[in-house]
DNA sequence: TTAGCATGCATCATA
DNA sequence: ATGATGCATGCTAAT
């Protein structure tokens, strides 16, 4: 089971890193093609504020660590959509990294960056949604806690 | 209406 | 036949 975003954060701290900002995995996320979640579609904000630029749609590979110590060598690719977007970003390589947190739709993959200057990419477990939400009672209390400091 | 993205799908490679 | 790759299509939320 994936770590809660709580869990992750507070890795996160220990390590020195911070948060960029993370992807909700959709089902095409979590199974590609015949690779289970070989490819993730990356959001074209964040990907162009936080990750480096590319030059081309050889794209860029990146070398990256996730909260346990492993690497990974993942391609940050773009594809050119008909015209109404211009660039779609493409993570590949990301199965295993996947697999190791467990990750299935709903869940979501976060980016930060170590305080070296690395990259850093955590499984983190899908949020409850509030409608009809089931959590246990710690869960909820938690929840509440955090939504209070949020005001 | 448009941008962004989930997903479908045509095409090419591999075996 | 099966899988990989890159583009097209259409839905949805933000503008």
């Known amino acids: 089971m994936p770590p809660t975003r709580d869990e992750v954060d507070a890795q996160l701290e220990e390590l020195g890193a911070r948060r960029l900002f993370e992807k909700v995995l959709s089902a095409t ?17 964040n990907t162009e504020t936080h ?17 346990e110590g492993q690497r990974y ?3 940050l690719t773009y594809w050119t959509n008909s015209p109404s977007s211009g660039r779609m970003y493409i993570l590949e390589g990301t199965s295993q990294l996947l697999q190791h947190y467990r990750l299935r739709t709903g ?7 170590t305080g070296d200057g690395g990259l850093l990419m955590a499984g983190q477990r899908k949020q409850a949604s509030r409608a009809g939400a089931t959590c246990s009672r710690a869960d909820c209390i938690n929840k509440l806690g955090l939504a209070l400091t949020l005001l």
């Open 73 to 75: 060598r993942l391609r």
């Open 29 to 45: 996320d979590v199974r590609g093609g015949a690779v289970p979640g070989d490819r993730v579609v990356m959001p074209k904000r």
């Open 107 to 113: 869940d979501a993959l976060v980016v930060a960056r």
């Open 51 to 67: 990750l480096p630029e590319l030059e081309s749609q050889a794209g860029v590979v990146l070398d990256v660590e996730d909260l």
